[in-house]
């Protein structure tokens, strides 16, 4: 099986980049981002594509074709407004307007089917569409239509499947992440609300699994990924007959 992982430079894609190494079941991992991504070399890698994009608003014809045949993408591609000196309309750009251009770009590339499109949201983004967040409430938003807009995502497109990711805070993250996660607990913290968290394994091991066996629901919630990957993660550590 071919997946795309998309934002493979990132905090979470990398470990699915990682984990994909270990499934014999995926025989192509195309590793998408804005650039080359390295792994270790002690470990076979030959099934990774780092293919580099300046820009995930624009395809070219050379990246198109790496997209081409794949079962499945997981799209982690984000940008929050707490990073310093980044505006709101560039975060909405890489949030949403590149999630529409990247998924279009997908499916125009031919993909197998079923192709299943796995989106990473976030706890804390209103399910609701008349519930106003309480924090970030713009970012939220905006989220949350990025949420909608994917939900219509197999309109008119036989055998795309679509699944809303929307894990807590990952608990064990690198420097820069725990400052932003920080920041975060400190603002929801004011609003006297607190956030599941996720092992960054657990979260990899269950959008791989859906990525691979299907897709459980429509929306994966904080527990159901847990859930998920704890159970992937348990599997593959069981002694296969070959
Ligand atoms: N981290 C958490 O605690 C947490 C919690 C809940 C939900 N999530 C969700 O999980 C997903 C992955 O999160 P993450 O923590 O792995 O994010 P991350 O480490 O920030 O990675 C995001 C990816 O997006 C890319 N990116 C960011 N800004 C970009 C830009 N302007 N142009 C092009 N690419 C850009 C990054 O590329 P570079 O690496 O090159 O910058 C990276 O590959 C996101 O949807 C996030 O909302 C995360």
């Known amino acids: 099986m071919k997946v795309i992982i998309a934002g493979a430079t990132g905090l979470l894609g990398a470990e699915i980049v990682r984990q994909s190494l270990q499934i014999p079941e995926i025989?192509?991992?195309v590793a998408?981002?804005?650039e080359t991504v390295h792994l270790d070399e002690s470990i076979d890698s030959s099934k990774v594509r780092s293919v580099v994009i300046d820009n995930y608003g624009e395809y070219p014809d050379d990246v198109t074709a790496e997209f081409a045949g794949a079962d499945a993408c997981i799209w982690?591609?984000?940008l929050t407004p707490l990073e310093p000196g980044v505006d709101f309309a560039e975060v909405k750009r890489v949030c949403h307007d590149y999630t529409k251009l990247g998924f279009e770009a997908m499916c125009e590339a031919g993909p197998a089917r079923p192709f299943r499109f796995i989106y990473?949201?976030?706890e804390g983004t209103p399910q609701e569409p008349t519930k106003d967040p309480v924090i970030l409430p713009d970012f939220f938003l905006m989220r949350r239509n990025t949420e909608l807009m994917v939900q219509k995502f197999p309109r008119g497109k036989q055998g795309v499947e679509v699944c809303i990711a929307r894990p807590g805070v990952i608990a064990n993250s690198t420097t820069w992440s725990n400052t932003l996660v920080a920041k975060l607990f400190r603002i929801i913290n004011r609003f006297g609300r607190t956030l599941p968290t996720i092992q960054r394994s657990e979260l990899a091991a269950a959008v791989l699994n859906q990525a691979m066996d299907g897709l459980e629901k429509r929306t994966l919630l904080n527990a159901d990924?847990?859930?998920?990957?704890r159970r992937e993660l348990k599997f593959r550590s069981m002694p296969r007959l070959s």
């Open 27 to 29: 025989t192509q991992v």
């Open 32 to 34: 998408l981002a804005h």
């Open 225 to 229: 990924l847990v859930r998920l990957g």
């Open 76 to 78: 982690t591609v984000t």
């Open 120 to 122: 990473l949201s976030a």
